[in-house]
């Protein structure tokens, strides 16, 4: 397949060079040093006792690279008002486009189920619908990701661990269809786990679990995931879980997550700092809307009470905002 990954940082490097040793005929979108150095060097992913070194075009205008079969955009949902603006040299009549991101994305209302309550207004993940139109619904494909990594310099993907990386993909409608089994089949052939799914949506807020009830707990604490073990802060977090779960489930979606299995005694935690708190750190733009405030437009149009993720949400707001990184 011709697959253009666009955003090819932490995430998207790493799928990238796995898709490119796997046969596909892998192309980029990168800037400033990153995109210099896999123009000079090729994309380098660490991976356990692996080094893959790929060889991928790379280029930050879109115009280059042409039509794609499909494409993966690893963008998070603060940056993609810069694919909106050149997104259109990389489709074909039907390439379909699948976003990899945190939190809520701005398509969630396209293709619902009659049976579940409608979304509440999500406008500000789409700002005049501008990746609708430069998109188009029809092209849209849901995917949830979760694989750990860090970019350690440009050009050099860590892939912190190397048996998970998985890719979710589903169409909005969770209907099956052939560029959704086409895409699973290239995923699975480049060592990228991809599981079935017949609910996009569950796995959306599943992963959303994570982001909202344990990412940011580590952005309030300015601290890694181990923060979540100590007992004030594993409190916190169970008690916005049982939060999120009762949100989750007023929309339809009803999660197999006990907050004992998620945040319980046997859990691991590991001394990872989540990309929000490593977009806070850097000073870069913060998913503060897809992965804090969406879901709880979700909650105040079901009336469910939040006080702890409420709670959340004010900090990592006041947060971002001093730093310049969010603008509510």
Known sequence: MRICVFGAGAIGGNFAARLAAGGNEVSVVARGAHLEAIRARGLTLLAGDKKIV?????????????????????????GQHVLADSVGPLLGTDTPVAFVQNGIPWWYGHGLAASRPPAPDLSRLDPGGALAKSVGLHRVVGAVVSSPNHVVEPGVIHNEVPDRNILWV????????????????????????SPATADIRYEIWHKLMANLTGSTVCLVTGQSAKVQATPLVNRLSRRAHAEALAVAAAHGVMLDDHPDTRYGPKRVYTSHRPSILQDYDLGRPMEIESIVRAPLAFARSAGIETPTLDAIESICVSLAEAKGLYSP
């Open 170 to 193: 589903g169409e909005p409608d969770d209907r099956s269809s052939p560029r959704i089994e086409a895409l699973r089949t290239a995923l699975k052939a480049a060592g990228i786990g």
């Open 54 to 78: 790929a060889p991928v075009e790379a280029s930050d205008r879109p115009a280059d690279l042409g039509p794609q079969d499909a494409v993966l955009v690893t963008m998070k949902a603060s």
